[in-house]
């Protein structure tokens, strides 16, 4: 009788556990999930004119003109921050409703300590209303930051279920597929948003009479989708493929995506391909590795599937880079091969009575006196000896009789009322004056500014600041600030001002002559500046715990649940974003895809656990 009360129990049990898994399986609503896949399947198409005011031409180095238009960020950023306040709602909602069924994690501890300094940066920064609101070229306050952490955490809240996921990630997967067919079109000159729909959906209706005069600085066939950068495509690519193509090789029910998600997965990584982005191709090759390694048990089991989708893959890509002149062969040597420079111009010194010039180690000083309503020049070297001058009738200059300073000459200019000179050094003029009122020397820069230059302090990269296009310069006189912003940073989105933006002659000699440097081109550089030092290893731990406890979880070859599919994808995906971090920044074109990636990523790999262990006690 005990036995059968017994039986009778066990059904009964089993019964209701079912009841209840049926119950939580339709438990989640999709208004719920509605941000999570606004974020990662509408966000990155958002593309629209602003007319904004930087509010930069206080600066020296920056224009005299506030007034500058955007169509790929300052949207972004507006739509992004309405699905933040909607998801902080929620989850506030939630916690007061049911304080029991919040989902806590310690993955959440480094995630906190980083969006705290984060915050604090900000509010204590010298330019707090910057990081507050976003600035020129990038848009990314710290309201984004937090948003970032907030997208994790309400990941973690939300997603409970197989069909949670499954809408989440078919939805992500649909919009891949047609930001390739987007990128097919610029990749075969027919850029869509050259067309007549296309502008008349990203202009406002004010300027559909001017459109045929609107035109984005690519050039023809290169692929930028909807990302202001070529560069962003290399990211979103790398990601994007090599998340469809891990969970397409997974994938064992529901096989009628597996078209979907290839189909969406070649058209991508061609539009890397039209990008030209070297960072690119690297992060895919470095995510294709993991994910071998990852899924060697897997391969393995299933040689007769994988060795010949890895000899299509070898031989596409052989073919690709042969009929491409060895494009993927020149992009990996340019990453490691190291070309030593030393420009001649070392130095220039707007001093109080004099500027000196350091041309190969050897020093120019010039003197400029007005006398009269005339100009005259003294000039000599560093031991005091004057230096002999020519003049020029047919060029109305000053030539420099010394093979020191070889093609050098001084002339005379006005710029509105002040007088100026200049001395041409390897055919660039470069002007100062010292009629500003202090009698001291400023240099005037393409802006038409007055300012003093300085020579940026440096680390690593001497003599191969031209590294990977210029950003070996970028980064070698970025991570001395580092030591400045240990505890708090600049604030969020003041890069460009924490950078040594006077630092002309190097700007000059390597490349950068009249741009502004807003971007370090490299994430953990602008996580320490901007947000400090320590918020950058709350990050790097952030991450490592996720990676780790991910590579335990799926190092063991154990894929049969959808959750660990799609756990290992995004695992593979992020790795990919981790490592062209080192040569690409965030920006609100990609990086809101990778945070809800790896919200998504730490929910699956919660789910994903029990099974995994099911798997492994029943073997």
Not at 124 to 138: M, V
Not at 227 to 250: D, I, K, R
Request: hydrophobic share 45%.
């Amino acid at each position: 009788m005990a036995n059968k009360n017994k039986g009778q129990n066990k059904g009964t049990s089993d019964k209701n556990n079912k009841s209840k898994h049926q119950q939580i399986e339709t438990g989640t609503s999709i208004w719920l999930l509605l941000p999570i896949i606004f974020v990662l399947s509408v966000l990155p198409f958002i593309v629209r004119l602003k007319e904004y005011n930087t509010n930069l031409s206080k600066f020296s180095w920056f224009t005299y003109n506030d007034l500058y238009t955007d169509f790929f960020l300052y949207y972004k950023q507006q739509f992004f921050l309405v699905a933040v306040v909607f998801m902080a709602i929620i989850a506030l909602i939630k916690a007061y409703i049911d304080k029991r069924d919040i989902q806590y994690t310690h993955i959440l501890i480094p995630l906190g300590i980083y969006a705290a300094l984060a915050l604090l940066s900000s509010i204590f920064s010298d330019y707090r209303a910057y990081s507050f609101r976003g600035i020129y070229e990038h848009f990314e306050s710290v309201f984004v930051l937090l948003g970032y952490c907030l997208l994790v955490y309400y990941c973690l809240q939300v997603v409970r279920t197989e069909r949670d996921v499954r809408l989440i990630v078919n939805c992500f997967a649909i919009s891949i597929l047609v930001m390739s067919i987007l990128g097919l079109t610029q990749y075969f000159g027919k850029d869509f948003f050259t067309t007549d729909l296309g502008l008349k959906l990203i202009l406002p209706s004010d300027y559909w009479s001017s459109r045929d005069t609107v035109q984005f600085n690519f050039e023809k066939n290169r692929v930028y989708l909807t990302f202001y950068n070529p560069n962003y495509v290399g990211s979103y690519a790398a990601m994007t493929a090599s998340f469809l193509l891990v969970l397409s090789a997974l994938t064992n029910k529901n096989k009628r995506m597996i078209p979907l998600y290839i189909l969406s997965a070649v058209g991508i990584v061609l539009s890397l391909f039209g990008s030209k982005s070297k960072t690119g191709l690297i992060g895919l090759a470095v995510a294709f590795a993991i994910a071998l390694v990852m899924l060697s048990r897997y391969l393995i089991k299933y040689f007769y599937l994988s060795i010949p989708m890895l000899l299509l893959i070898i031989s596409s890509v052989y073919l690709y880079n042969k009929a491409n002149d060895n494009v993927l062969i020149n992009s990996v040597k340019q990453a490691v091969v190291f070309t030593k420079t030393e420009p001649p111009l070392k130095e220039i010194v707007t001093g109080d009575d004099e500027v000196i010039i350091n041309y190969n180690n050897e020093k120019l000083h010039v003197r400029f006196d007005i006398v009269n309503n005339y100009g005259y020049f003294t000039v000599s070297d560093d031991n005091g000896q004057t230096v002999n001058l020519t003049y020029s009738e047919d060029k109305k200059e000053y030539l420099i009789n010394d093979e020191r300073f070889p093609g050098f000459s001084l002339g005379t200019a006005k710029y509105e009322d002040k007088d100026l000179f200049y001395v041409l050094i390897n055919n660039n003029a470069w002007f100062f004056t010292n009629q500003t009122g202090d009698n001291t020397y400023y240099y005037m820069n393409q802006y038409g500014k007055f300012d003093k230059i300085i020579t940026a302090p440096h680390v690593l990269f001497s003599g191969y600041e031209r590294y990977a296009s210029g950003r070996g310069y970028i980064w070698s006189r970025t991570i001395p600030l580092l030591k400045k912003y240990i505890v708090f940073g600049s604030g969020a989105d003041t890069f460009v001002m924490a950078f040594p933006q006077q630092d002309y002659v190097n700007l000059y000699n390597y490349g950068f002559k009249g741009e502004l440097l807003t971007k370090p081109h490299n994430l953990y550089l602008q996580i320490g500046v901007q947000t400090g030092v320590l918020s950058l290893i709350a990050f790097i731990v952030f991450y490592a715990m996720y990676f780790i406890s991910s590579l335990r979880l799926y190092i063991k070859g154990r894929f049969k649940s959808y959750y660990a599919q799609v756990g290992a994808a995004i695992l593979a995906a992020s790795v990919s974003y981790i490592v062209l971090g080192l040569a690409n920044d965030s920006s609100l074109t990609v990086a809101p895809v990778f945070w809800a990636l790896i919200g998504l990523g730490i929910t699956v790999n919660r789910l994903a656990k029990p099974y995994i262990e099911q798997e492994l006690k029943s073997k």
